[in-house]
T-cell receptor, first 110, second 116 residues
């Protein structure tokens, strides 16, 4: 089955800096890669996703890249703000089951 | 269009009691997934159901845990004889179905189970 590894587990950045979170997956059948943001005590919220036929996708300050050959994908947040502080989860799906990484706790210091 | 509805929001049980967690998927969604999130940990897949069918229960403990999604009514995750280690947030998600474009998961607000 699919296995998703996520690094780092904790990331602390200064406000305005960039943050990068990296994930690898094992199942070459995975073709959908969403990223979720979870604030304390709340449900995970989808922030961006990418499919395997695309190498990069941007949405304002957030971008995702996918290297299908190497089976890794990354989340990039530019110009970080204190409200970006949360836990971020990457995930991989072969179409019927989504497997999540262990999460990255991002702290943005003002 | 209401989102995924879960209840109760918080559930307190004593060791040995039963816990029943309910999930109503988004309107038009026929696929339900349950995930468990232990404190300070990630989301672990438990079970994937369609109406009246368990598709994949590979993430669910073999004993004490069961899930159903009847033809009518919400999906139920049932935990019998709860132990302290069952304390966690249980999230339900739903999707329209299989196929490209249908993998987006919509999470409910979760049920926080506390076992005393």
């Amino acid at each position: 089955g699919e296995n998703v590894e996520q690094h780092p587990s904790t990331l602390s950045v200064q406000e305005g800096d960039s943050a990068v979170i990296k994930c690898t997956y094992s199942d070459s059948a995975s073709n959908y890669f969403p990223w979720y943001k979870q604030e304390l005590g709340k449900r995970p919220q989808l922030i961006i996703d990418i499919r395997s036929n695309v190498g990069e996708k941007k949405d304002q300050r957030i971008a995702v890249t996918l290297n299908k050959t190497a089976k890794h994908f990354s989340l990039h947040i530019t110009e970080t703000q204190p409200e970006d502080s949360a836990v971020y989860f990457c995930a991989a799906s072969p179409g019927f089951k989504t497997i999540f990484g262990a999460g990255t706790r991002l702290f943005v210091k003002a | 269009n209401a989102g995924v509805m879960q209840n109760p929001r918080h559930l307190v049980r004593r060791r040995g009691q039963e816990a029943r967690l309910r999930c109503s998927p988004m309107k038009g969604h026929s696929h339900v997934y349950w995930y468990r999130q232990l404190p300070e940990e990630g989301l672990k897949f438990m079970v994937y159901l369609q109406k009246e069918n368990i598709i994949d229960e590979s993430g669910m403990p073999k004993e004490r845990f069961s899930a159903e999604f009847p033809k009518e009514g919400p999906s139920i995750l049932r935990i019998q004889q709860v132990v302290r280690g069952d304390s966690a947030a249980y999230f339900c998600t739903s999707s329209p179905g299989q196929g490209q474009g249908n993998e987006k998961l919509f999470f409910g607000s979760g049920t926080q189970l506390s076992v005393l």
